[in-house]
């Protein structure tokens, strides 16, 4: 049975070719997911299958409000004052999916989410309405600067929010 556990430094490269079979369109270099473990390596999963094989991944961490890194881009750092969480990336290999593998990793995530008024991700592949049952929708309006950042990821990429579920 697999499952998620948090990732480590020597399942980067599986990562990255996770990321290349899933995401050719959108690529993004090691450094990225190197960072992001080193950063804030309590939002980095890996989905560890049944012979000890990286099958997929969940990539999140802190940002300011409505401010997530553009594509293929370091953070440098987690600022401060962020007050958002971002969900960056859940991936899960084809031959493991509708397992219901990629929900366990999400209900991780918005534990640690939990911590912050509020999560937001970028959603990619027509996979809105797969979000929208764990809570993110489209807020009204976006700024121009959050607009286009959006263009990196392709011409249906839609910025959602969570609000943090009330106690």
Known sequence: MATWRQLKISDIDAVVSIMAVIHAELPESRDIFVERL???PEGCLGLVNEVGELSGYAISHPIRYRQPPELDH???QIARDADQYYIHDVCVLPAFRGRGLAPQAIKKLLIVAERYPSAC????YGTRSFWGRYGFLPPPSIDTSLAEKLLDYGGDATYLERRKSDP
């Open 38 to 40: 080193r950063l804030f």
């Open 121 to 124: 991700l970028i959603s990619v």
């Open 74 to 76: 370091l953070l440098g």
